[in-house]
């Protein structure tokens, strides 16, 4: 079965520093999501993406965070300048659009020190 | 926007009782309500969903309840097994490509 990859798993990154976190989404997936989830907390959307552009973003995802779809296959979040309380898991997501089901990644877990 | 209210944060069964979660949500446009089993460090795994137009919806052990007038959906678990023990998520959506509004998660203790 086809299934969301998402790289790293683990990023340790100093406060301040960019960091890059990457998904495949699932080929024939035509809307793409990033959600958080603090540590012991709920999952959180982010950003939707679709067609090559956003297409609802949440308070979260402000001027610090950007979204890239840069060849048919990867989907990034880019953090330009990382805060301590950017320390979560980020999941990757895609869904076909014509079915409800969103399909999860295996998430990233962004440590900021 | 969607609000998704869940209860209780923590709930303790003892093995082979039932569990139940409740919830409720804000937006009366909502039609789709997943539910997510999440492991420690893993991926929400969907284990159940149901559409507006159900009422009721069973697989196996896992059953879900909707009651549109009311707003409030419930996940009922039988006959609790050690591998439950989890935190669920109930999760609530408008369209096939919208946003997944999650709530805030029950941890499930099965007591031995």
């Known amino acids: 079965e086809p299934e969301v990859t998402q790289t790293p798993s683990h990023q340790v990154t100093q406060m301040g520093q960019e960091v890059i976190l990457r998904c495949v989404p699932i080929s024939n997936h035509l809307y793409f999501y990033w959600y958080r989830q603090i540590l012991g907390q709920k999952v959180e959307f982010l950003v939707s993406f679709y067609n090559n552009e956003i297409s609802e973003k949440s308070e979260i995802f402000d001027d610090q965070f950007s979204v890239e779809r840069p060849d048919g296959s990867n989907f990034t979040l880019k953090i330009r300048s990382t805060k301590l309380e950017d320390s979560a898991m980020y999941f990757c997501?895609?869904?076909?659009?014509?079915?409800?089901?969103?399909?999860f990644g295996p998430g990233t877990r962004l440590t900021v020190t | 926007g969607e609000n998704v209210e869940q209860h209780p944060s923590t709930l303790s069964v003892q093995e082979g009782d039932s569990a139940v979660i409740k919830c409720t949500y804000s937006d009366s446009a909502s039609n789709y309500f997943p539910w997510y089993k999440q492991e420690l460090g893993k991926r929400p795994q969907l284990i159940i969903d149901i559409r507006s137009n159900v009422g009721e919806k069973k697989d196996q052990r896992i059953a879900v309840t909707l009651n549109k007038t009311a707003k409030h959906f419930s996940l009922h678990i039988t006959e609790t097994q050690p591998e439950d023990s989890a935190v669920y998520f109930c999760a609530a959506t408008l369209n096939r490509d919208d946003k997944i509004i999650f709530g805030k998660g029950t941890r499930l203790h099965i007591l031995p």
């Open positions: 997501a895609s869904v076909t659009g014509l079915a409800y089901e969103q399909y």
